[in-house]
């Protein structure tokens, strides 16, 4: 079946570092990707999404390219800083609906200032 | 504009006893979600509502579990005599109505543990 698989955590970087998150999947035809946001006390929140192959997805400095060559979706953001310390989620959609996602377990980040 | 509201944040149930989770869904949003997060794992699908309809279920649990958004108040998620296993963080989500692939706006959840 589908699957998404995310790099455990928690990953730790100084601030100003250079964060890659991995994410991988499983999938048969052409998901949409997304990674979803969670701060400390808080809900997730979408924070970028591609839906089509080499598309790229960017938010507040964070940045996805969806592969399909590859099948990877990695989250990358040039400098981080320590707000940006939360849970990342990769998900995927491999259907006409925006509820059906199918999730990697999450990846708590750390930035230490 | 307040955001999805679940309560209690922490809930902590003996086995066999009911557990009961709150979602308020953000100001004009009429859909609701329902998603578990065991440990280590990805969120799962549970249960899609509309005011006093449950329009996808298939990934509710059979038994034991049931899921509720009436016509006024919160959405309410069940569990029935609770077991060691129902431990985990508990999701709800809401979009408004009549907008395709809307993006989903997710509460804090609800960590349960079962003692």
């Known amino acids: 079946g589908n699957s998404v698989t995310q790099m455990e955590g928690p990953v730790t970087l100084s601030e100003e570092a250079f964060l890659t998150i991995n994410c991988t999947y499983t999938a048969t035809g052409y998901p949409s990707l997304f990674w979803y946001v969670q701060y400390p006390g808080e809900g997730l929140q979408l924070l970028l999404k591609a839906t089509k192959a080499d598309d790229k997805g960017s938010n507040k400095g964070f940045e996805a390219t969806y592969r399909k060559e590859t099948t990877s979706f990695h989250l990358e953001k040039g400098s981080v800083q320590v707000s940006d310390s939360a849970v990342y989620f990769c998900?995927?959609?491999?259907?006409?609906?925006?509820?059906?996602?199918?999730w990697g377990a999450g990846t708590k980040l750390i930035i230490k200032p | 504009n307040a955001g999805v509201m679940q309560n209690p944040r922490h809930l902590v149930r003996r086995r066999g006893q009911e557990a009961r989770l709150r979602c308020s869904p953000m100001k004009g949003h009429s859909h609701v979600y329902w998603y578990r997060q065991l440990p280590e794992e990805g969120l799962k699908f549970m249960v899609y509502l509309q005011k006093e309809n449950i329009i996808d279920e298939s990934g509710m649990p059979k038994e034991r579990f049931s899921a509720e958004f009436p016509k006024e108040g919160p959405s309410i998620l069940r569990i029935q005599q609770v077991v060691r296993g129902d431990s985990a963080a508990y999701f709800c989500a809401s979009s408004p109505q009549g907008v395709e692939n809307s993006p989903l706006h997710f509460g804090n959840g609800t960590r349960l543990t079962v003692t």
């Open positions: 998900a995927l959609s491999d259907s006409d609906s925006n509820y059906q996602l199918i």
